[in-house]
């Protein structure tokens, strides 16, 4: 199998007249360094995928599901033929929504639900809303099977009904919502959540809120421990517990995201984004973008570039 190792940022093909894409990928191919500002949701029905996510790697086993984050750096490699769903869709418009990124903070790079330590009832929920979303979807298209492969592009041509797609967005809300309460859930099996993070739920909340709303000011871990009624030392304990990373290293992931933004703005120099999305240096800007994303921030700025590809496109997927 044959892959083609340049990195582009994926301009993602939705469905006509849409911001949204679901389909059923049927390649047996290797996808190589790309992103995208959709959120992604892959849900492997018959063979499973390695995906690196922003150096973190993920073995995406038949019917677990992985969450992408948007904007994440990402590679996918197929270990076997299979069909594979997929959900792309531009989460941009969403922006004002300030939970939205809180949840992505929480999820980044990707969050992986495994169908053999998920709770049922916590999965079974999860797999209804995508169901709902492919009902909704293909309801204006003719009927599709997941091995009909010569249907694909009469599906992508088809228009949705009217408020179709905002049932769907609806939907894929509900889901990331659903997440987000249940983040600890989806990290039980790789770290312990304490019972003092989730008794405090409700103040550790307010404190990611608190910080996506400054993190481009100077916020120190006594500020913010402070303002959410705590200690330093115990809130530093909790907070870890609660998001999965330190205080220092979720603030640093909301500067990251923001920049992410501000590098599609051309007239920008790195240095300026640097300092607007709060680092205190250009050079601390560059090395933490480089270790979270993979690569320094000029090269993720060249890769913003027109490509097509996936499964509609032969030079993005070699077979």
């Not at 922003?54 to 904007?71: F, G, K, S």
Request: aromatic residues 14%.
């Amino acid at each position: 199998m044959s892959r083609h190792h340049d990195s582009t940022k994926e301009t993602v093909q939705h469905k006509v007249n849409t911001s949204l894409r679901f389909f059923i990928n049927r390649l047996h191919a290797d996808f190589p360094a790309h992103w995208h500002t959709d959120i992604e949701i892959i849900w492997p029905k018959e063979a499973p995928y390695r995906v690196v996510c922003a150096n973190q790697e993920y073995y995406v086993d038949i019917d677990d599901i992985l969450l992408i984050c948007p904007t994440v750096l990402h590679e996918i490699y197929s270990l076997s033929p299979g069909n594979r769903v997929y959900i792309q869709a531009d989460m941009s418009g969403l922006g004002s929504f300030k939970e939205i990124d809180r949840a992505f903070y929480l999820m980044y790079p990707a969050l992986h639900i495994k169908k053999a330590t998920c709770p049922s009832d916590i999965y079974d929920y999860l797999c209804n809303c995508i169901n709902e979303i492919m009902e909704v979807y293909f309801g204006s298209a003719p009927p599709v099977h997941i091995h009909e492969e010569e249907m694909d592009d009469v599906i992508a041509f088809t228009e949705l009904a009217p408020y179709d797609e905002l049932e769907i967005y609806a939907t894929l809300m509900k889901f990331i919502a659903f997440c987000g309460k249940n983040i600890n859930l989806f990290r039980s099996s790789e770290s312990s959540s304490s019972h003092a993070a989730l008794k405090n739920y409700d103040s550790l909340d307010k404190a990611c809120a608190y910080i996506t709303e400054h993190f481009t000011e100077e916020l120190t871990l006594e500020k913010v421990a402070s303002y959410a009624g705590f200690s330093k030392y115990h809130f530093e304990r909790i907070f870890s517990d609660y998001t999965g990373m330190t205080f220092y290293q979720y603030l640093q992931q909301a500067r990251i995201n923001y920049a992410v933004t501000l590098l599609s703005n051309p007239e920008l120099t790195v240095t300026d984004i640097s300092y607007q999305a709060g680092f205190a240096s250009c050079n601390a800007f560059t090395r933490a973008f480089k270790k979270s994303t993979g690569c320094p921030p000029s090269q993720f700025r060249i890769l913003n570039e027109v490509r097509h590809p996936l499964s509609a496109n032969e030079y993005f997927a070699q077979k």
